[in-house]
C-alpha cells in the first residue's frame, strides 16, 4: 500500500495483524521493512497492529528528486503516515538505525507514543562506526586508526577503508551476523532491494544524523524496552549503557545485529512481556 506524504513522496507501508497499533522502522540508512515482517511478523501480528514502512528513498518508497532527506522530514513523514491511518497512539520498533528515527519521533510526539521497543539501535552513529572501525582493523589484522573526534571526513574516510576492505575480504557479516548462513539468508531476501544512493550518502555526509542522540534519552518518559546483541558489532556490544531513559527494561540477547533471525523465540518473548506488563497496569 501507499501513502503521499505533504512533499509528494509516495512512501510504502504494509499493515498486517490485530491488537494494538505498532509502527516498525528499519535500520540502513537506506535499507527496507520487508526482511523484518518476513523473520518477526509471524509472531508480532499476534498482539500488535503491525505498521511496516519502507523511509523515504529506502525500499519500495520513492525516492526524493529534490534529496530531501532531513531528520526532520523523515520524522514528520512518520507522523503524517499516523494521521493518515487514523491511529491515536502507537508503539514505535526501531531497528539500528532506526533507533534514531524512534527516539527522536518519541521526543517530539510524545502524546503519539505509547512506549519504544529498541532492537540493536544505535543513537550516537560516530560511537558505532568507531566501534564498526576498531573491530574492522582488529578482523583486518591492521592497526586502528587515531581519528581526531572533531575530523569529521577523516572518520567518513576511515569508515569506508574499513567497510570496502572487509568486503573484499568477505569478512563484513563478522559485524553483524554470529553465523554466514543467517547473511546468506537474508541476502535472498533483498535480492530486489533498491534504494536511493542520495539517502545513505545523505546521512553520512550530515553532521546532523552524527549527533549524540543518546543526550535526548533523559528527556522520554514513556517506558522503553532495549533489546541488545552481546556479539553486536554494528553498533557495538556496550552503547546501550549510555542510554538514559527514566523507564527502561533491558534485555541481553545471544545474537549478534539480528536478533529476530538469530534468536527468534527469545526476541517475541521478550517483547510480548514487555507489553503484558503495560496492559496489566
Not at 503521499?4 to 512512501?11: A, F, H
Not at 537474508?186 to 530486489?192: M, N, R
Not at 550518502?201 to 514513556?222: A, G, P, R
Request: neutral net charge.
Amino acid at each position: 500500500m501507499d501513502f503521499v506524504t505533504s512533499d509528494g513522496i509516495k512512501l510504502y507501508y504494509e499493515r498486517k495483524g490485530n491488537g494494538i497499533p505498532c509502527l516498525y522502522l528499519h535500520g540502513g540508512p537506506g535499507y527496507w521493512s520487508k526482511s523484518f515482517q518476513h523473520y518477526a511478523g509471524k509472531y508480532l501480528e499476534k498482539n500488535f497492529d503491525m505498521i511496516y514502512l519502507d523511509q523515504r528513498g529506502c525500499g519500495r518508497s520513492e525516492y526524493s528528486l529534490s534529496k530531501e532527506y532531513s531528520l526532520e522530514k523523515i520524522i514528520n513523514d512518520i507522523e503524517e503516515l499516523r494521521i493518515f491511518l487514523g491511529i491515536k497512539e502507537w508503539y514505535i520498533i526501531g531497528h539500528s538505525f532506526g533507533g534514531i528515527l524512534a527516539v527522536n519521533y518519541a521526543y517530539y510526539f510524545p502524546n503519539r507514543t505509547i512506549g519504544l521497543i529498541l532492537s540493536n539501535v544505535t543513537l550516537c552513529m560516530y560511537y558505532s562506526f568507531m566501534h564498526q572501525i576498531n573491530k574492522g582493523s582488529e578482523i583486518l589484522g591492521i592497526e586502528k586508526p587515531v581519528i581526531k573526534k572533531d575530523d569529521f571526513k577523516s572518520f567518513v574516510d576511515t569508515f569506508y577503508f574499513i567497510l570496502k576492505e572487509l568486503l573484499i575480504k568477505g569478512d563484513y557479516f563478522k559485524l553483524q551476523f554470529l553465523e554466514k548462513e543467517n547473511k546468506k539468508q537474508l541476502d535472498l531476501i533483498d535480492q530486489s532491494l533498491q534504494s536511493d544512493p542520495n539517502f545513505q550518502q545523505y546521512v553520512f555526509s550530515s553532521k546532523e544524523y552524527f549527533q549524540d542522540f543518546t543526550l535526548l534519552t533523559k528527556n522520554i518518559k514513556k517506558r522503553v524496552l532495549v533489546i541488545t546483541g552481546e556479539f553486536d558489532d554494528a553498533i557495538g556490544p556496550e552503547h546501550y549503557l549510555s542510554f538514559k531513559f527514566e523507564n527502561i527494561v533491558i534485555h541481553k540477547i545471544k545474537s549478534s545485529h539480528h536478533p529476530y533471525i538469530e534468536n527468534q523465540i527469545e526476541f517475541k518473548n521478550i517483547i510480548e512481556d514487555f507489553i503484558h506488563k503495560d496492559y496489566q497496569k
